[in-house]
């Protein structure tokens, strides 16, 4: 390193790094004009786990990060690395990285050019085997004298990951990296990420839109809406278990059937819907008296003719009529009108077991009931649902 930038870090060191940091973000908001952004956020990401923002544009999702960043200044609250304070560091004296949808790389520069870009700012004379190094990790060893133009957007993505990390950063940050891809090489990629996330060892927070990337990689999911987190937790617990309308349909599809809780017994619930008496369990049951919303993913109904379906031990709702049959492949979904005039949907796995529903024919709908999610009624039911299939 270069005396000029030695001197430049031991006047303004920043923060000290450690790999047990975690990232702290305490009562952090922002504000542009009349905007509430990011609303009074308190979140703990722990050093070494993959953490996705998730939520639909204009959520804050992006403003957070960018505040972790240091590119945007927060009107109130604090920015923690272990235990250092960095609210108010610049960017370069954050040992903090970001990439980027557009990978911002050099186009006249070499893949291997690109990669010790940032080292080579920093003063270092002898990087080659540090970005041999890195090139390996993204199995691009073999790129390193090409430009990024000969290269696919895949290629391209892991070049730009690898000029981050071979930064060492503590936390690296990555904005909706994956957008600009086709779906066949946005599935590579989660693949590749979540391998070089696990060989690395550093915390990754991924802001996404897109709810398969952040069910695929993150070891938690922050769901975020209007600037606040309406649920935080592992994927398959923000799933199964949603504690709200929003993340009931922003993270996949549900069934929502209005229902009265009747009674509490043991450790079910149960619930009136349409004169028939639905069971979920205590555990998933985020409303306990009064009006509410009954949910249950379509993936876990199972459809039965009219009159065949035995309710031991599952919940039954009777006499619906099929109204739309759409063969996926590796599914069918259907469309049930019920006898109320709602239509619920039911993913069913084509195995040949047995033929397809026709439009038209008389079913019976049944699951589980540790299926079963409770919410409370005075939620909007549609919340998350016009985001879907929604951009950056």
Not at 51 to 69: E, H, I, Q, Y
Not at 84 to 107: G, I, S
Not at 226 to 243: C, S
Request: hydrophobic fraction near 40%; proline fraction near 4%; include cysteine.
């Amino acid at each position: 390193m270069s005396a000029g930038v030695d001197e430049q870090e031991q006047a303004n060191p920043g923060v000290q790094r450690g790999p047990g940091n975690d990232l702290r973000l305490v009562s952090l908001s922002k504000q542009f004009g009349a905007f509430t952004a990011v609303n009074d956020l308190t979140l703990t990401v722990p050093a070494g786990s993959f953490f996705a923002l998730l939520g639909p544009s204009g959520c804050g999702k992006t403003t957070t990060l960018r505040m972790v960043a240091g590119l945007e200044a927060p009107t109130a609250g604090d920015i923690f690395l272990g235990g250092q304070d960095v609210t108010r560091l610049r960017p370069y004296k954050r040992p903090v990285n970001t990439v980027f949808q557009n990978y911002a790389l050099f186009p006249h520069l070499s893949v291997a050019e690109n990669v010790a870009f940032g080292l080579k700012r920093r003063g270092r004379k002898k990087v080659d085997a540090e970005v041999a190094r890195l090139l390996d990790l993204v199995e691009l060893g073999d790129r390193g004298r090409r430009r990024p133009q000969e290269l696919s957007g895949g290629q391209q993505q892991r070049v730009a990951l690898a000029r981050a990390l071979i930064n060492e950063p503590e936390v690296l940050l990555l904005d909706e990296p994956l957008g600009a891809l086709d779906l066949k090489l946005r599935r590579q990629m989660q693949i590749e990420l979540k391998r070089i996330q696990t060989e690395v060892g550093l915390t990754f927070v991924h802001v996404t839109h897109d709810q398969e990337e952040a069910m695929t990689m993150a070891d938690t999911v922050a769901v975020m809406n209007a600037g606040v987190i309406e649920q935080m937790g592992p994927p398959g617990e923000l799933y199964d278990n949603p504690a709200t309308t929003f993340v009931a349909n922003f993270l996949g599809q549900s069934n929502l059937v209005a229902g009265h809780v009747t009674r509490m017994r043991d450790d079910l619930v149960e619930v009136d819907v349409e004169g028939t008496t639905v069971l979920a369990s205590r555990t998933r049951s985020h409303a306990d008296s009064g009006a509410v919303w009954v949910g249950v993913r379509p993936e876990k109904v199972f459809l039965d003719s009219s009159g065949q379906t035995r309710d031991h031990g599952i919940n039954v709702v009777r006499a619906g009529r099929i109204c739309d049959v759409s063969y996926t492949g590796v599914s069918t979904q259907y469309l049930v009108r019920m006898p109320w005039g709602q239509e619920l949907t039911v993913f069913e796995q084509n195995t040949g077991a047995r033929e397809l529903f026709r439009v038209g024919a008389c079913v019976d709908l049944g699951w589980r009931a540790e299926h079963t999610f409770v919410l409370d009624a005075a939620q909007d039911a549609h919340a998350g649902v016009e985001y879907e299939d929604l951009g950056t």
